[in-house]
Each structure stands twice: as C-alpha cells, then as structure tokens.
C-alpha cells in the first residue's frame, strides 16, 4: 500500500509559478511511474503530465508544454510539478497518481492517488 499526499497548492496571479509536491510513503516509490492529474470544476479529470520510475522519461499533454516540469527525487519518495506561466484556465484540483508504467498512467490506469491539492490561478 502507498499513501499519497500533496502539498504546495494555493492562490497565484496569471503569468506566476507554483510547485506542488506528493510525498509517498512505504519503500517502494521507485517503483511506481508517476503522474500528476487534474480536474476543473465542469471537467473530465485529464492526465497533466508522467514521469517513469527512474524519471528517464517524461510525457506532458500539450497544453502545458514548456511551461510545466515534473520530476522526481526518489531518495525522498517525493515527486513534483513545477508550473510557470500559469493561466486561469490551470485552475484545478491537482492529483498525484501512481501507475505501473507511464504508458498504463495515460490510459487513466493508476494504482493509487492523492487527495488533491487546489491550484487556482486568477487573472
């Protein structure tokens, strides 16, 4: 089993950054892909971007492409998200998820989650 928690959500004006973290418990983070997802009021939760178990590989969706960067430090059991030039439509709830591998995270196939961090952006 792995617990799941984030932290690091909150208020921030358009065009600012926010970092927000998962910290995992157990031994086994390094053996879990990981992946940060979203829901916005009205809105299918998506996949907002993954990152494989040794954070050689990274998938982003294209809305938040050179903007957004995820990696991980697995001696902390902790991942994260950086988001730069936020916008209001980047407003949501933030979830981290572990999967088996990345490619099962983009099919929405995950093992465990988070319980969610607020991001709100306003413009």
């Known amino acids: 089993q792995v617990q799941l928690v984030e932290s690091g959500g909150g208020l921030v004006q358009a065009g600012g950054s926010l970092r927000i973290s998962c910290a995992a418990s157990?031994?086994?983070?390094?053996?879990?892909?990981m992946g940060w997802f979203r829901q916005a009021p009205g809105k299918e939760r998506e996949l907002v971007a993954a990152i494989s178990k040794n954070g050689g590989t990274t998938y982003y969706t294209d809305s938040v492409k050179g903007r957004f960067t995820i990696s991980r430090d697995n001696a902390k059991n902790t991942v994260y998200l950086q988001m730069n030039s936020l916008k209001p439509e980047n407003t949501a709830v933030y979830y981290c998820a572990a999967g088996e591998t990345g490619a099962r995270l983009r099919l929405g196939v995950t093992l465990y989650w988070g319980q969610g961090t607020q991001v709100t952006v306003s413009s």
């Open positions: 157990g031994r086994t983070f390094s053996s879990y892909a």
